[in-house]
């Protein structure tokens, strides 16, 4: 008899969207599938991962209790259900873990909680020690508290997120069908499953699935919630929500268990469920720059050039001489993005002068590419005087100087294909890797950057 090693211990965040959760007419919690979810999360816990949930269903929940039969379209009604399901969620999967012996807790965030670096850590704190208690986090956007301009506007971005900030290793977004196809599988049988996504700007895949009549999301939001997650080290896989099992099977698949005598894998001989991976960045974007990248809303553009864009791919700072326009109103401190341009804009882009044109600043979205994100020393309107002099000059226009930066480099956060420090990326923000992002302990999670 050959004694079986346990998995190495993984990190899995699991996001079920609310059409997984009750059904779509009488808005019933489909208890089948939430009873497999609670198997299946709590026999990956006994083999010693640790799994967050990220679940919707509460504005769903909440039509059900209240008897209403459709969604309301005024927003303080969605908040109102959202308040009433939500407790009611969080009973009926506390009552299911409930028979397994399994404690789970409630985090609730808004995009606006993590917008500010010391709460974001404290989310992040908060959940590496419900994780090390032994406890499985159950996360939902806090509905009640987000109006539209602060939302994540979907959970499968909120799960993006909520995965690097916990270093997921695998980030599982259930579905309704069991992976990305090349084609329409309903309308063309012969279309052909994609099995592993190693870059996902060359992805050829029918994403045109749109979310359920109570859901928000769909295909596309899965794709933006990969891009996320993949970029700060998580591997992310679309399988079936119908089939839970499915997520222990491909853990399984990708990492078998090792005979702890020869060491030998024992690979199993039936082949995966089918899914989709997306492999993950073997140089991760996290922490805090991460943070600047999606953790802040940004608050307008500021236009560089190829200069600027190459010297800040080197790890210098954003200086004034690089910045060739400023488009909307932000003030020092705020976060903007940052996009290259080929040439001199044709006017300023800023709404505090000159001769700002909507056509301008189209042509120049249209032209550039976003490269990144930064947390600017001067205001939209201090930049928009500013742009294109030396340092040296800007205490002559402004009759001060805060800094000779515009945004110091440890406040610059590029995209992956923009930065120098991750090689070998192709154009795009795709990322080509190998397998396998190093185990983290828990204390790298509990960091005060
Ligand atoms: N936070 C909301 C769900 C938002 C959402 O993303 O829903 P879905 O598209 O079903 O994953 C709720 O709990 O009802």
């Known amino acids: ?76 009604q969605v908040q109102a259900l959202a308040a009433i399901g939500q407790s009611r969620l969080m009973s009926i999967w506390d009552s299911l873990f409930a028979h397994m012996n399994q404690p789970v807790a409630q985090i609730l965030i808004t995009r606006n909680d993590i917008a500010d670096r010391s709460q974001y850590l404290n989310a992040q704190n908060t959940l590496a020690e419900v994780l090390s208690l032994g406890v499985i986090p159950i996360v939902n956007e806090n509905d009640t508290l987000a109006v539209s301009e602060i939302k994540f506007g979907d959970n499968d971005t909120l799960s993006a997120i909520a995965s690097a900030m916990v270093h997921a290793d695998y980030l599982f977004l259930m579905t309704d069908v069991d992976c990305l196809y090349d084609r329409n599988p309903r309308k063309f049988p012969d279309a052909k499953p994609i099995p592993v996504v190693d870059d996902i700007d060359a992805l050829h895949a029918d994403v045109s699935s749109a979310g359920s009549a109570l859901g928000t999301g769909g295909m596309a939001t899965k794709i933006v919630a990969a891009r996320l997650a993949t970029a700060a080290g998580t591997s992310t896989i679309i399988t079936k929500s119908s089939k839970p099992g499915n997520i222990a099977a491909v853990i399984r698949h990708l990492h078998p268990p090792v005979d702890a005598d020869t060491g030998a894998a024992h690979e199993s001989s039936s082949p995966p469920p089918l899914h989709t991976r997306f492999v993950a960045s073997t140089t991760p974007i996290r922490n805090r720059a991460f943070w600047i990248l999606h953790g802040l809303a940004p608050h307008g553009t500021i236009y560089v050039d190829r200069g600027a864009s190459q010297a800040l791919a080197n790890k210098a700072g954003l200086l004034p001489v690089g910045v060739v326009g400023v488009e909307g109103t932000f003030a020092q401190q705020e976060a903007v993005r940052l996009v290259v341009v080929d040439k001199q804009p044709l006017g300023s882009l800023s709404p505090t002068g000159d001769s700002t044109s909507a056509s301008a600043v189209l042509q120049l979205v249209q032209r550039g590419e976003e490269i990144g994100r930064a947390v600017v020393n001067y205001s939209s309107a201090e930049i928009s005087r500013i742009k294109g002099l030396r340092s040296s000059e800007v205490r002559s226009v402004l009759g001060y100087a805060d800094s000779e930066y515009v945004a110091f480099r440890e406040n610059v956060s590029l995209h992956a294909a923009a930065d120098k420090s991750h090689p070998g990326t192709p154009s795009g923000f795709g990322t080509p890797n190998k397998e396998g992002t190093p185990e983290n302990s828990l204390a790298d999670l509990r960091i005060g950057q």
């Not at 969207?17 to 009488?26: H, L, Q």
């Open 1 to 76: 008899m050959c004694h079986v090693a346990s998995l190495g211990r993984k990190r899995l965040t699991v996001v079920i969207g609310t059409s997984s959760i009750v059904d779509e007419i009488t808005h019933e919690p489909i208890l089948s599938i939430l009873s497999l979810i609670v198997e299946t999360a709590v026999r990956l816990r006994r083999d010693g991962h640790r799994v967050v949930i990220v679940s919707s269903g509460a504005i769903g929940v909440g039509l059900q209790r209240m008897n209403i039969p459709k969604r309301p379209k005024h927003l303080a």
